[in-house]
């Protein structure tokens, strides 16, 4: 039996639902046992964004990603954000993970994917 092109759609889409998993399970199991640190904060940074796009990199899909990572000292201030894209609604995307119950960080990630015509 060979692949038909809806069975090969299938297979080039972005696992949102996967990636939104992947994405709480870097960012916790990074910030397990930390507290709020500056000092840290860079590294934390970098080792997020570099496991996610390890990540993204092993579903071999022909996408660009980007990815941002915000981390902040939870004491109580505000922190607000927006983005904005145009482009195809059928293939590219986002996904977008809170970390809401640290005791003393907040981070906020988000992963876009456009797909490479």
Request: charged share 30%.
């Amino acid at each position: 039996s060979g692949i038909n092109a809806e069975d090969l759609h299938e297979d080039l889409k972005i696992p949102s639902e996967k990636i939104a998993e992947e994405l709480e399970t870097i960012i916790r199991a990074r910030l397990d046992k930390e507290s709020w640190n500056p000092k840290k904060v860079d590294g934390w940074t970098k080792d997020v964004v570099d496991s996610v796009l390890k990540m993204l990199a092993e579903m071999k899909k022909p996408y660009k990603y980007v990815v941002t990572c915000v981390f902040m000292q939870k004491n109580g201030a505000g922190l607000y954000s927006t983005a904005g894209a145009i482009w195809n609604e059928t293939t590219d995307g986002r996904v977008n993970f809170f970390l809401p119950d640290h005791e003393t960080v907040l981070c906020n990630t988000t992963v876009y994917w456009a797909k490479i015509d």
